[in-house]
Each structure stands twice: as C-alpha cells, then as structure tokens.
C-alpha cells in the first residue's frame, strides 16, 4: 500500500488567528463553534484570511456482495439507479449541492452495471466486492487498485482548484462494511456498531446483526488496516479512505460525512493519524454507530439533523456553516475598526 | 394590548406532503429534521410546493436601564455603537446575511442614541427603559407604543413580499430581561434561567443573579404577559413580542434565534398559543437556560453551533438548512420518475 507521509498541521499561527477571531465585534467566544471551525482552517491554509475554493463533493459507490444476505432494506440494484439519478440530478445531494455552488464528482468504484454517461468517473475495481460471509470482500490487488484509484479521484479534484473536499457515498449493504469496520477499529461489540441502515424493521436488524457476526467469525486476526480493508470494505470505502487520505496530504480540507464516510476516516487514520488536522465532521448520522464512532475520535460534529442518506448529503449541509466560519474571520468588522468598546 | 387571533394552521394537506416526501429518492425519513420543517413550511403556506421568498431578518435594538447595575460584561453605550456597526457592515450578522441573501432590517426600538442613518428604523420608544430594580421597566402607554411600532415593522417586511421573517436583537443588559421573563413564564428559578450573558466572569454572575432577585422581589404577582413586560421587558423585546405575533397572523413563518429572541417567543406564546406553529427555532444557544426554554416549549432547534451572540445570527446560520429542506421538496426526483425501486 502506498505510503502517506501526512504533515501535521503547523501550530505557528494560531495566536495571530485566534486574537483575529477575538478582535472580532462580537463577545469573545460567541460564534462557538464557527470560531473553532475558522481557527483549524486558517491552520491549515497557515493563512489569518483563509479562503474556500471551488468547494467538492465526491460520490464514491460501490456494490456489495453481502447484500444477498438480505442486510439491507432495499435491493442492490438501487445502487446503480441512484448513481443514474445523481447524474440526472434528482438525488438530495444534487438539490444541496446545486444550492451551495459545491461541485460534484460521482465515481463508479465497482458498481454492478456498467455505466454509458461520462458524468461517471470510471473508477471501477470489479462488478461488486464478494460476501465476506464466505471469502475476503476483496483482494489485496483489488485493496492496491482502489487506492490507486483513490488518490487519482482526489488529485483530479485538487488539480481542478478545489481546496475542500467533502467525501459521500452509495452502496446498498455498505452501513454492513461500516459496522464490520468500525467493531475492529473501535473494538467494540456489533451489538453497538449495527443500526438500521435505510431502514430495517427489528427482524431485519436481527439477520443484519448475525450475519455481522458471521463475519466476524469468518475473519477473525485482522490486525493492519489493509486487512480489514481487504475482508469487509466495499471498494466505494477504500478508494474514500485513500482519497481522503491523499487529501490531507496536499494540504485540502476534507469534509466527512455519516457512518459509512466516518469509517472510511477510522481506516485513513489508522494509516496516517496526522489526517485528523485536516478533517471536519459535518454531522452525527441517525445510524445508531455513529455517534460513537465520532466519540471515539473526539471529535464534534458540526450538524445534527438526523440525517441517515449518505451521499455526502452531511457534507453539502454543513458546508454553509463552514464557510461562515471563514466569512467572519475575513469580513466582520474588528473593536478597533468599528470603534466598538470592549469589554469592561 | 391589540388582539391577535392567529389561525391554527390548517393539517388538511398533512398527509399529501408526508407522501410526496416519503416518495423522494431516499429511504423513508432520512432526512430526518429536513422532512419536519419541509411538513411544518407545507401546512404554513397550504402547499405540497412551499417557497421561501424574500427572506428576512430584523434587529431590535433597545437599551436597559438595568445596564447600569453591572449585569453585563460591555458598558452599555456599546448598544448603539453595534448598530452603527450593523449600519456599516461590519458585524456578524451582516456577515451572514450577505452570505445568504437575506435582506437584514435594523429597528431602534429604544436606543440611548440619536441615529442620523435611513437605513435603521426609527421605532424609538424612548432612550432606554427605566431600572426594574426599583420601577417598571416601561409603562403601559410605552408597552402599547412598542407593540404598534412591533406590528408595523412586520407588516413592513411582509408587505415587500418576504414570507420568512427570522427575529435577531441587540441591547447590552437583555439577557438579564430574558432571565426574569423566562423565570415568569415558565415557573423557574432565577438560577436556572441566569447566565453568563456576553461573558461575565463567576463573579459578574453572581451580581448580575443578585439583581434579578431583587427585580423580582421589586415586581411581585406579575400575572399577565403584559404585566411581565411592563416589569421587565426591552423596548426591543416588546417589540419584537409583537412583531413576531403579527408574522404568524399574516401566515409568514418564524424563525427564532437565541435567548432573548425566545423570550419574545415565551410571551408572544403566552399571548396567542397558535403561533408555535409558525415558528422554527434556529439553535439552542451556550447561554445556559435557552435549553430550558426550548424543552418548556417543546421544540427541537435546527443547531447547535454554541452561538451567544443575538443579532439573529443563529436565524441568519440556520436559513440555508431551512431553504434545503423546501428545495428537496420541490426538487428531488420521485421513486418513480427516477425509476429506484422503492424498499422490499
């Protein structure tokens, strides 16, 4: 697998950044969360005055060979049919980033089907991943082509301009994968990595939650994150894990969105921890795992609306907050400029 | 005190917009708090194709002549020196606005200031309300004035044909008014509804705490809404109490910001309980009984981004999620026009 050699983000001007936040009229503090969502990207630019270029969206989708196990409250020929309606522009990630002026990239990382429109980016490592009942989701080949794959999706974007990235997906039986990879990850127990995904009653969460645990059985001594990856990933979350991870490393800010997103990030920072400067989480999904999955990197996430869509539907939400962050820091007025008094 | 006789909103079109969201290409409620305030916009304008048009935010501003008792962390001439700012430009909430699109109203409702500027709308009461620590904050001839100069405003911006109107304020001094009104309404105590404010230290808290029970002991058995903001309202708060009333009575939607807009929400509700359904809450602010006040109401806000600034900036951080969940609604293609097969 390919090396990444992730630089932490330099600490230099945090104090000129965080006395411009505090010179802005406002009490100091006021704009929470917005002020340390404007502190972490002028860090990262290593900018007082940071600014937010061609905003992206990157739709990786995937399918998966354990969706005949019935762990999924839709069919897996679902998972084409929306790659189709991104593309004509009929998906809530299409109405948000539409609304946002983010662009939006759709890449076919192994779906099912095989796709005519160019507004596709071919990125295909195989017609789905195999059930990780029985044998490895994919080879160690197919690991190194996803990543491959991966890093050319995010230099595309990057080379284009974009400064900020935000990562979503599509894959019917993916929240499976997150949950396989979150339990390893976060050592914990399926019980509180498997939700509902799109949808399950309490039977069908049932055969998700014991096939999970088939699973496990299945591949048990995982120990570096390319095993995990090659037993129960869809190619969808490694070519996520290796753009987001290509991502940090060119200096971009990436936007993670729910459950599935997150734990393609729980697998790029196992490979380099230094991406956690890089990232901000948009929301906490309705999908029961995730909120652990955000605790277990301590991280707070910038939205909570319940959203359970994936599709990087998180990351066009949240992006108006995030470029508040970085409006107020550059155009509000400071006590100086506006003769305002400070504080008593 | 005017009547208001706000309508009920209408459910007959509930189950007809539940079912054109349920029939967007997503799993069934995944877009979670989208999906409510897309249902709640709906039933408001009686339409399955809801719009947002022109909106809004107005600043009240108004200053406190229990300023003077040391309740706030800024001296109290930094009320009128805010609003030259928001005349100029520089503050977050012009910010915000501009980010957005939102058309920013600023009123002086009763300002210790003589604004020479067009652009804030003269509402002037008088030059700041009176101590509640040893008299009525206003009388009632000044409450009536409040509340005309309150209706006018909104009928103002309705008439300009916006029909979302979000409620921001400034006055050094209002989060103490917030307090007692908060602990009238709603049958607590003080210490539960007393906080930091722009950012008094432990023992600016507890002075500012001191004083309000006095202002209590000052205004016992106040019993109508009326008489709480006679006692201890803002000219800001009173009007904005209004304002709010009449928006609901044109069938315009609310949108509420922080601690003090929610106060003005309280009693408005006291007032007229049928406007609750206009009302969308923008954020749960970090000052420390607006939770309090959201669960009396029970109500969910949009976000919680730790905002205490006023200004209505938490409506202005808000609008673009408010705007998403009308645009799914109008947008997203449908199961059958997208041809996704629909859950098993």
């Known amino acids: 697998m390919i090396d990444f050699k992730i630089k932490q983000v330099s600490q230099d001007l945090r104090d000129s950044i965080l006395n411009a936040i505090n010179q802005k009229t406002k009490p100091v503090g006021s704009l929470g969360k917005l002020e340390d969502i404007a502190l972490q990207i002028g860090l990262i630019q290593g900018s007082i005055n940071p600014e937010l270029i061609k905003p992206s969206i990157v739709v990786f989708a995937g ?4 969706a005949a196990e019935g762990v999924s409250a839709y069919p897996a020929e679902v998972t084409p049919q929306m790659v ?7 998906a809530a990630i299409n109405v948000f980033t539409k609304q946002h002026g983010i662009d939006l990239h759709v890449v076919d990382a192994g ?15 195989g017609f789905g991943t195999k059930s990780y009942l029985y044998e490895q989701a994919m080879t160690k080949i197919e690991l190194n082509e996803c990543f491959a794959y991966g890093i050319k999706v995010a230099d595309r974007i990057i080379d284009s301009g974009s400064n900020i990235i935000g990562f979503g997906e599509m894959g019917i039986g993916n929240t499976s994968s997150a949950a396989l990879i979150m339990s390893e990850v976060c050592f914990l127990p399926l019980q509180e990595c498997v939700g509902k995904g799109t949808g399950l009653d309490s039977e069908g969460l049932n055969r998700k939650l014991e096939a999970l645990r088939d ?3 299945t591949h048990p ?18 070519q996520m894990t290796a753009a987001m991870l290509r991502t940090a490393d060119r200096g971009a800010v990436i936007l993670v969105d729910g459950f599935i997103s997150t734990s393609a990030f729980l697998l790029a920072a196992q490979i380099d921890p230094n991406i956690i400067d890089y990232a901000i ?8 795992g995730h909120g652990k999955m955000l605790d277990y990197l301590q991280v707070k996430p910038v939205l909570d609306l319940q959203l359970r869509l994936g599709e990087g539907t998180g990351c066009a939400l949240a ?9 107020f820091l550059n155009e509000m007025a400071s006590f100086e400029s506006a003769d305002v008094s400070e504080a008593i």
Do not use: M, Q
């Not at 992006?319 to 409006?327: G, K, M, N, Q």
């Open 111 to 125: 779906v099912n089907y095989t796709f005519e429109s160019d507004e596709v980016i071919d990125c295909k490592v």
């Open 215 to 217: 699973a496990k059985k």
């Open 84 to 90: 189709l309606n991104f593309v004509s522009g009929g």
């Open 63 to 66: 399918d998966h060979g354990v």
């Open 221 to 238: 001594n995982l120990v570096t994150p390319e095993d995990i990856l090659c037993a129960f990933s869809g190619f969808e979350i490694a």
């Open 281 to 288: 989480f948009s929301h906490c999904s309705d999908e029961s």
């Open 319 to 327: 992006y108006p907050i995030i470029e508040s962050a970085v409006r």
